[in-house]
């Protein structure tokens, strides 16, 4: 019995390992305890393919078992469920990894290092604190309009409403909500505090980072993207083009074409939401607040020209379409942003 690849269904503490030779044949069903997994790929006479889906606690065990000289494969739980047979068992989801992952197209997703992971963590954990505060504001904005006290729209205007709730004047707002409200402006202040030093470690991290700092020079990539980009990546050749990389992150028309007919729609909204989000962030904030400058560069030029036809919504999609493009090739090729004017360019030629 020689085992040659295997599929481990992973879980915080029942694992299923399937083991299949060289011919495909089942040898090997088995469960182990969390305790019992590394020592079992420690034991294997020789190196195995083994496959996991990609999900929590996946790139852990990628790393730990490919320090045993074993190939791991990450594959995306979508791509593993055309090959369960019948049912949800662990032993059924271990046999579809260890079939799936033989496939020859079959895609799989990098391993991430530690400290890409660090990286993203720190992303992660301001982000969560963001959507704390967005929450408190939407709170804080909701209890005083009951009260006929309102505020313009933006985070920034909450400080009035705040100013309100620190004061005393008890005739338009009571004591009593008074109270709560100033509980809500204490958790609020606490929030800012917390999210200005995630933001801090993040741009820490960004200047570290010859490659993200290279990002951040395109416009509509900021520090904060630019740093999400290059811990989520890592190495952009895993991509065969720019289009692939847009299309991973599900910035490209969704395909509904048959017969012969090509038929797209919006965007496919795939990938990594995160990364899109703040793409299409940028790229609005950049067709915004450029204005009359918004030509000054060649992408630039091309958003201004889409403008005038199409809405400014889908304009600032395809402008975060041609900026993720725009990273793929700083990443993939190891070159700096070269944003020459329009008029210099012009005047070259």
Known sequence: MEITTIGLDIAKRVFQ????????????RRKLQRGEVLAFFESLPTACLVGIEACGTAHYWAREIAAFGHEVKLLPPAYVKPYVKRGKTDAADAEAICEAMTRPTMRAVPVKSAEQQAALL???TRDLLVRQRTTLINAIRGHMAEFGIIAAQGAKRVGELVAAVMGEDEVTLPKLARQG???????????????????????????QSEASCRLAA???IGPITASAIVATVGDASQFRSARHFAAWIGLVPKQRSSGGKQRQG???????PYLRRLLVVG????IRHM????AATPSGAWAKVLLERRPARLASVALANKTARIAWALLAKGEAYRGVPVQARASAA
């Open 181 to 207: 409200l100033r509980l809500l402006a204490a958790e609020l202040h606490a929030l800012e505090a917390r999210i200005e030093q995630a933001e801090a470690a993040v741009m820490a991290w960004h200047r």
């Open 17 to 28: 390992v399937h083991g299949a030779d060289a011919s495909g044949r089942a040898v090997l």
């Open 283 to 286: 790229a609005t904030a950049v």
């Open 122 to 124: 720190l992303h992660r």
């Open 218 to 220: 395109v416009p509509g």
């Open 266 to 272: 919006g965007i496919s909204k795939q990938g990594n």
């Open 291 to 294: 204005g009359g400058r918004l």
